[in-house]
C-alpha cells in the first residue's frame, strides 16, 4: 500500500495558476490569491488606522491644548511646522562680525606664537644657498691682501667647514674639546630627517597664518559695507586678498 502511495505522488503535476486569458491581456496580469491576499490585508490595516484615529478623535478633550498647535499649519493636507523668522538688527550682526574677527584673530596669534617658537629651536640652518640673503664682507688695506686673501685661514676654522653658516669651531677648539651630539652615520641621518620635518611642519603653518590674515581682512570688509555709505569697488576679491572699496568721505559731528 505504502508503494502505492509513493507511485502516485511521484505522478501528481506541479500545479500551475491560470494565466490572463488572450482577450483579456489589456487588463493586465490576472490577480492571484496571493495578490488579494496583500490588497486586502492593506485595505484591513487602513481601515483600522482611521477606526483608531476616530476613537482618539471622539475622546478629545475639547480645553486640550498644545503648543504644536499655533506653531504648525496645514498645507495640501500635510501639517507644516511654521519657520520661525529670526529678527536680526544690523548692530546685532555688527557685533557677530566682531565676534567672528577676534576669533579668527585669536587663532592668527596662536599660530603666529607656534612659528616663532619653531623659528627659535630651528634657526633656519637648512636654507637653500639660493635663499640665502645675508653676506659677510672682510676688509683689507691693500691689494695684494685681497689676492692672497684665505677665507679658512681668516676664520681660524679647517676648510671643510667654511661653507657652512652654523656650528662652525675653530681649529683651537677642535683640537682642545672633544666633538658633542652624534656622531653615527645612522643617528646623523635620523635626525636630519626630524630636521626636514620640523621644517614642513613650519612652512604648514606659515602658510596657515597668511590664510588666516586674508580671512580676517575679508570678514572686515565684510562688516565695513554693512554701514549705510556710499563706495565705489577698486579692487575685486581674489583668493590671496580681500575687495577693496573706496568710501565717501563722511564729515562726523
Given at each position: 500500500m505504502s508503494s502505492f502511495r509513493k507511485a502516485s505522488k511521484s505522478k501528481q503535476r506541479d500545479h500551475k495558476e491560470r494565466s490572463q486569458l488572450g482577450f483579456r491581456k489589456h487588463l493586465g496580469l490576472l490577480e492571484k490569491k496571493k495578490d488579494y491576499k496583500l490588497r486586502a490585508d492593506d485595505y484591513h490595516r487602513k481601515q483600522r488606522t482611521l477606526m483608531a484615529l476616530r476613537k482618539k478623535a471622539m475622546d478629545k478633550n475639547p480645553d486640550e491644548f498644545h503648543f504644536k498647535m499655533i506653531n504648525n499649519q496645514l498645507k495640501d493636507g500635510v501639517h507644516v511646522i511654521k519657520s520661525k523668522q529670526e529678527e536680526v538688527t544690523e548692530e546685532q550682526k555688527k557685533v557677530m562680525r566682531t565676534q567672528d574677527i577676534r576669533y579668527v584673530e585669536m587663532k592668527r596669534v596662536s599660530e603666529m606664537k607656534k612659528i616663532e617658537r619653531l623659528k627659535s629651536e630651528l634657526h633656519l640652518l637648512d636654507?637653500?644657498?639660493?635663499?640665502?640673503?645675508?653676506?659677510?664682507?672682510?676688509?683689507?688695506?691693500?691689494?695684494?691682501?685681497?689676492?692672497?686673501?684665505?677665507?679658512?685661514?681668516?676664520?681660524?676654522?679647517?676648510p671643510e667647514l667654511v661653507d657652512r653658516t652654523y656650528?662652525?669651531?675653530?681649529?683651537?677648539?677642535?683640537?682642545?674639546?672633544?666633538?658633542?651630539?652624534?656622531?653615527?652615520?645612522?643617528?646623523?641621518?635620523?635626525?636630519?630627517?626630524q630636521r626636514k620635518n620640523?621644517?614642513?611642519?613650519?612652512?604648514?603653518?606659515?602658510?596657515?597664518?597668511?590664510?588666516?590674515?586674508?580671512?580676517?581682512?575679508?570678514?572686515?570688509?565684510?562688516?565695513?559695507?554693512?554701514d549705510k555709505v556710499k563706495k565705489l569697488k577698486v579692487c575685486e576679491e581674489t583668493s590671496t586678498a580681500p575687495a577693496v572699496y573706496k568710501f565717501e568721505a563722511k564729515r562726523k559731528r
Open positions: 636654507k637653500d644657498d639660493e635663499e640665502k640673503k645675508n653676506t659677510h664682507v672682510f676688509f683689507v688695506d691693500t691689494k695684494k691682501q685681497v689676492d692672497d686673501f684665505d677665507l679658512a685661514t681668516h676664520l681660524n676654522t679647517v656650528n662652525r669651531p675653530t681649529i683651537k677648539t677642535l683640537e682642545t674639546k672633544s666633538i658633542m651630539g652624534a656622531v653615527d652615520p645612522e643617528r646623523i641621518k635620523k635626525l636630519a630627517k620640523q621644517y614642513e611642519v613650519l612652512s604648514q603653518r606659515i602658510d596657515r597664518e597668511k590664510k588666516m590674515f586674508v580671512i580676517t581682512q575679508k570678514i572686515q570688509t565684510r562688516k565695513d559695507l554693512q
